[in-house]
């Protein structure tokens, strides 16, 4: 009787504990600009927003283009679970991919990208 009422608690504490630890890593939920979003113009920041808060000190974000690498501030914390990062220049027309790294209250980092576009200005017609 005793090894069953044992079984049944460990079965009872392993089920307790599964989502809890699937859903433990931090997740990207959504991002400004939105994934493969084309812009009529250049974004003078971005921003991630995440399952939970990201931990700042573990948080980098950069951005690459048409031309390579973007000068980007320092990520700082957004509020409402995000973080969010001042674009330095204006952007050119063309793609580009944010990647993003960061950790949330269990240590554990996670990383992803975020693709968009700027789109190519048209002169006005005469």
């Known amino acids: ?3 069953t009422s044992t079984l049944w608690f460990l079965c009872a ?10 859903s433990a890593h931090l997740k990207l939920t959504r991002s400004s600009p939105q ?3 084309v812009l009529e113009s250049s974004p ?14 573990m948080s ?18 957004g509020g409402d679970r995000s ?9 050119e027309p063309g793609a580009y991919r944010i990647a ?3 950790a949330g209250d269990d240590g554990h980092t996670t990383s992803g990208t975020v693709d968009f576009s700027v789109k190519a200005r ?3 017609a005469q």
Do not use: H, N
């Open 100 to 102: 993003w790294k960061s």
């Open 1 to 3: 009787m005793r090894k």
């Open 13 to 22: 504490a392993a089920l307790c504990l599964c989502p809890i630890l699937l």
């Open 60 to 77: 980098a974000v950069t951005l690459t283009g048409p031309a390579g690498a973007v000068k980007l501030e320092a990520p700082r914390a």
């Open 35 to 37: 994934a493969d979003a």
């Open 83 to 91: 973080l969010i990062v001042s674009v330095g220049a204006k952007l």
């Open 122 to 124: 048209t002169p006005p």
């Open 44 to 57: 003078a920041a971005l921003q991630l927003w995440f399952s939970e808060e990201p931990l700042l000190l």
